[in-house]
């Protein structure tokens, strides 16, 4: 695992778009194009990615901005594989209290993933902030007190949403950042739509 660097741009977007394509309930809004220019102006401007790779090239990638996760993916050939965990364990080990991110809702697979591994629920959604119009959740993950016995047990978390308003969430993981903006790639004449992203604070990334 290492931190991504411009020159991965193509190899992030590559595994962003084919394993985003596994997710057959969402619509699919962009083409790879558009993922790429999101990876180079978005993604490594605004988020410490971390990358997992092997011989044959980057297999996964997580998104992470102090205890927020955003997207994270792993290549569809590699999946169930183990190098997701190894990405979590590792935003768990970098020193912060909790983490927390943002994923479809019907996105049973990655639920269990999270579950099985410290997070829970703590707010759902109807999806009516996101671009893809997808209901979504947001999960939790705190790192045990020193007081209690095991470390990395979860402290539990609610239940129930408990986020007042709309404005205090962040990205989903996977909430797209290509919404809310629109980019103007003059030379080819590309127009891409990314959706405006506010204030730093407010936008959110889907997973
Ligand atoms: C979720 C994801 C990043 C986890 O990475 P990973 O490298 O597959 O993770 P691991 O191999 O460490 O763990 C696999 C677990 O993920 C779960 N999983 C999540 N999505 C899965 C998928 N599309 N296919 C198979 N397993 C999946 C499995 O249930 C498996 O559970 P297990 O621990 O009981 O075996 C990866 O599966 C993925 O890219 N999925 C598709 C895109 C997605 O859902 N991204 C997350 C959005 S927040």
Redesign the pocket.
């Known amino acids: 695992m290492r931190l991504a660097i411009q020159a991965d741009v193509e190899a992030i977007a590559d595994?962003y778009f084919a394993?985003?394509r596994?997710?057959d309930f969402l619509p699919k809004l962009h083409d790879l194009t558009s993922y790429r220019w999101y990876v180079a102006n978005v993604m490594l401007k605004e988020w410490t990615v971390t990358v997992?790779e092997d011989d044959s090239g980057i297999?996964?990638f997580?998104e992470r901005r102090g205890e927020e996760?955003g997207?994270?993916?792993?290549?569809?050939d590699?999946?169930?594989?183990?190098?997701?965990?190894?990405?979590?364990e590792a935003a768990k080990a970098s020193g912060v209290d909790a983490l927390e991110?943002?994923?479809?809702q019907a996105?049973t697979?990655?639920r269990?993933?999270?579950e099985?591994?410290g997070f829970r629920a703590i707010r759902f959604t109807d999806g009516a902030d996101n671009e893809e119009q997808t209901p979504d959740v947001r999960y939790r993950w705190e790192r045990t007190t020193r007081k209690s016995s095991s470390p990395g047990q979860v402290v539990s978390t609610p239940n129930v949403p408990n986020y007042p308003r709309s404005e205090d969430r962040p990205l989903?993981?996977?909430r797209h950042v290509h919404a809310a903006r629109i980019a103007d790639v003059t030379a080819g004449g590309l127009m891409m739509i990314a959706r405006t992203l506010a204030p730093a604070g407010d936008r959110r990334v889907?997973?």
């Open positions: 595994v394993s985003y596994l997710l997992a297999v996964a997580v996760m997207h994270f993916y792993t290549r569809p590699r999946i169930g594989q183990g190098v997701g965990t190894q990405l979590v991110l943002w994923f479809f996105n697979r990655a269990r993933f999270y099985a591994r989903t993981c996977q889907i997973t």
